[in-house]
């Protein structure tokens, strides 16, 4: 059969150096208008061919239905061996028949070369047989088996025709498609560009909405840090520190001096279990001043169970019933001088001094909690809204990455799709931005 639809068309020549643009907007309906015919012609020459090479599959089958009904008389000695091979071949072919290379109704080039490579594919399974296959086949079923191959080679040379089509006629169709997936994929780019666009624009301004009550804020907090309440709330403050550092030194300046009985009464705890009896109060108040002593000392009568506890000590170390070294000796008695005088003295200043701290606490706390609140409220503020607007500025540079790496690829897709697009028009082609109202390609 002759296919004289697969004559390659007569190309128009480009003019040398002619260059004419058009805009993307444009690009589908130019494609349409320019070659909207021939790529009509091209599908239906392709549907044709593929009815064709599908009317010689079914000649093949025809063939293969024709050998299965071939059988010798049940006389000749090679039936049974010669049928088997025939039936393991036919069986082989309707199982290869299941698979039978098909095409959809509106095919895109892909699927033609698909079509053209598995039919290849599919016609070369059908020919394999071993040598011992072919010659029983050949010599037994000679009809048959003339019929087979003479089918197969004609649907092999209409394949052959199809491929000639497909790599010159047809190559339009492919360009075309290419070029109408670079479009598709060059608005997809510039549609992300928009998208970056106004979310840029949204986060800039979620961003200005931020500094804005930031400012109002900061302004807000200003005014406090300048307010008389604040400065009277300083000046309490202070006093407050104050009090506490001179709480500290008078705790220091006890500790000290009671320092000395740890030795002694250490002694006293481990004789009290042996040659010297005191009661449980005793015992407990002893070892309080051993493991805290100015705890003990600070509580309600601690100066007067210490002066007794010094005056066993004393009692106890003038009977020589315990050993103390000289000069610890000396700190106790030196403590017990002190008791009437310097210990009360200190105790009743650091108590005053306690109580005159808790004072100004409570009126803090009950005075400046609510500024102080505020203050904290502000700052928490600023420091979230701080947050936000790192979080805000990190996103809006990775947007402007993006788009940076978008404009690239919309560069180079610019110049793909100028090459496609030359290639299927035989002239220069440059792509405009819509803005330029450039005219269409004629």
């Not at 090679?78 to 199982?95: D, E, G, Q």
Request: proline share 2%; net charge positive.
């Amino acid at each position: 059969m002759v296919f004289g639809f697969f004559r390659k068309r007569k190309e128009e020549k480009p003019v040398a150096g002619e260059t004419k643009s058009i805009t993307l907007d444009s690009v589908r309906g130019w494609i349409e208008r320019k070659i909207s015919g021939r790529i009509s012609e091209i599908d239906t020459k392709a549907k044709k061919t593929y009815s064709q090479i599908n009317k010689r599959f079914s000649d093949i089958r025809d063939s293969m239905d024709s050998l299965e009904n071939a059988s010798f008389e049940v006389q000749n000695k090679t039936y049974a061996p010669v049928n088997m091979v025939k039936n393991l071949f036919i069986k082989r072919s309707h199982s290869l028949f299941g698979n039978q290379p098909r095409m959809t109704e509106n095919p895109d080039y892909p699927e033609l070369e698909k079509f053209h490579s598995d039919s290849l594919k599919f016609l070369g399974n059908l020919k394999k047989l071993s040598p011992k296959q072919a010659i029983l086949i050949s010599n037994y079923f000679k009809k048959e088996a003339a019929a087979i191959f003479k089918a197969i080679s004609d649907a092999e040379k209409e394949l052959g025709e199809f491929n000639t089509f497909l790599k010159n006629d047809a190559k339009i169709k492919k360009s075309a498609e290419d070029a109408l997936k670079l479009l598709e994929e060059q608005e997809k780019r510039k549609k992300q560009v928009i998208f970056l666009e106004k979310r840029k624009g949204e986060m800039e301004l979620k961003f200005n909405v931020l500094q804005k009550s930031e400012k109002g804020k900061k302004i807000e907090l200003s005014g406090i840090m300048k307010s008389d309440e604040w400065e009277g709330m300083e000046e309490l403050e202070n006093e407050i520190k104050d009090s506490e550092i001179k709480l500290s030194g008078l705790r220091s300046n006890i500790s000290q001096k009671l320092s000395c009985v740890a030795r002694p009464f250490k002694k006293l705890e481990y004789m009290t279990s042996s040659d010297y009896t005191v009661s449980d109060e005793e015992r407990k108040v002893l070892g309080g001043f051993i493991s805290a002593p100015f705890d003990e000392f600070i509580k309600n009568e601690g100066e007067l169970r210490l002066k007794e506890l010094l005056g066993i000590i004393n009692t106890m170390a003038n009977e020589k019933r315990i050993s103390l070294k000289q000069k610890d000796y000396e700190k106790v008695l030196e403590l017990i001088r002190n008791m009437d005088t310097v210990m009360p003295w200190l105790k009743e200043k650091y108590i005053k001094l306690s109580k005159d701290l808790q004072s100004k606490k409570e009126r803090f706390e009950t005075k400046y909690s609510d500024i102080l609140e505020r203050k904290r409220d502000i700052e928490k503020f600023l420091n979230e809204t701080e947050e936000k607007k790192r979080f805000i500025t990190s996103e809006i540079k990775k947007m402007e990455q993006e788009k940076k790496k978008i404009q690239k690829d919309i560069t180079e897709g610019k110049t793909k799709l100028e090459k496609k697009l030359s290639d299927i028009s035989g002239i220069n082609i440059k792509l405009v931005e819509n803005i330029n109202k450039t005219p269409e390609i004629k």
